[in-house]
């Protein structure tokens, strides 16, 4: 079902659609986009989102990238077929998608905080998650499970934060006020 997805998908490809599927894939590569979300909602006073976003990532980043691809090692769509990628081939394994996991964390993580805005963040991270099967270096599942993962991981960032860091946020706060 994987490899009829990606066949059917290099039938959509049009010049223009290329060049926003390239663009969107961009924003989410190393999580460009999160991580800018990040600093710009820490100097608007959301300050605890901010820090729950880079929890989110940072979570994201060890499990998918440190733990999951190495173990599993699936190999690339664009390794084992010879298609013309509009993008680098990436060196790293396939699964989970590391681009659709780290964009439904934060987008998640942004849901928690800003539901009106949060919108936005989520179609972002579908569209950017979408582009990775466009590009054909992720199987459909790949990006199915790495949404699934994103998700997951900003629930366990949220109780995280609410546990732990936010408390000792809010300890060191203290404690700068005090001296």
Aim: charged share 15%; proline share 3%; aromatic share 18%.
């Amino acid at each position: 079902m994987d490899k009829k997805f990606l066949r059917w998908m290099l039938n959509l490809r049009t010049k223009k659609l290329n060049k926003f599927m390239v663009f969107i894939t961009h924003l989410g590569t190393g999580g460009f986009l999160w991580i800018l979300s990040a600093i710009i909602f820490y100097f608007v006073s959301y300050k605890a989102l901010a820090y729950n976003i880079i929890l989110s990532l940072f979570l994201n980043g060890i499990l998918c990238n440190f733990i999951l691809k190495p173990l599993l090692r699936r190999k690339r769509p664009s390794w084992i077929k010879k298609v013309d990628l509009l993008i680098k081939n990436p060196h790293d394994f396939s699964f989970p998608s590391g681009h659709a996991a780290s964009s439904f964390a934060a987008a998640t993580t942004i849901f928690f905080y800003i539901r009106n805005l949060s919108i936005i963040f989520l179609v972002l991270a579908f569209l950017i998650a979408f582009s990775r099967i466009y590009h054909f270096v992720h199987y459909p599942s790949d990006v199915i499970v790495g949404i699934f993962i994103g998700i997951t991981i900003a629930f366990i960032s949220e109780y995280l934060f609410k546990s732990y860091v936010f408390d000792f946020l809010n300890a060191r706060d203290l404690l700068n006020f005090i001296h």
